[in-house]
């Protein structure tokens, strides 16, 4: 019972109990990703049995109208059965995505920029570096001239 409980309280967002205090910044970091994780797994699964059960149910009901002698006629419950099918559809596919995946681990792509030739880039640096280095000695020497104007006054 005492491990239902935890579970529970882990889920729910009351594990603080479940760890020491020195650890606790990263503790609740590993449980928020872990529960993100658990939620995200749980919603595939349940979205996957809604999702067959559903469909078994719609093809039962429309085999039935198939072998009743009347004309085909939609009812409620097959209308029921088709939009549970596409509400959990639409939750699978949701949380199959990769970018729902990297959302939960907060993982951010970095833009790729368009890269060229190494080459290039070499010579990019070394020009850059080259104009920070001149900029920093005129600096330099704006300042050591501005100190002489002010010590001969």
Known sequence: ???????VSFLLGNAKS???QSSTAISQQM???VRAIVMLLVACIGSLA??????????ASVASQFEKSD?????????????????????????????????????????TKSAGSPIENALALLVVDF???R????HENGSA?????TASI
């Not at 001239?145 to 104007?149: A, F, R, T």
């Open 31 to 33: 449980v928020l990703h």
């Open 18 to 20: 479940l760890f020491k």
């Open 131 to 133: 104009v920070e280095s």
């Open 50 to 59: 809604i999702f067959c059960t559903s469909i078994c149910l719609f093809i």
């Open 71 to 111: 004309a085909f006629n939609f009812s409620t419950v097959q209308v029921i059965y088709l939009i549970t099918v596409i509400v959990s559809l639409v939750v699978l596919v949701h949380s199959l995505r990769r970018q729902t995946w990297l959302n939960i681990m907060d993982y951010k792509q970095a833009e």
């Open 145 to 149: 001239s501005e100190q002489k104007n």
């Open 135 to 138: 900029q920093a000695t005129r």
């Open 1 to 7: 019972m005492n491990i239902f409980l935890a579970l």
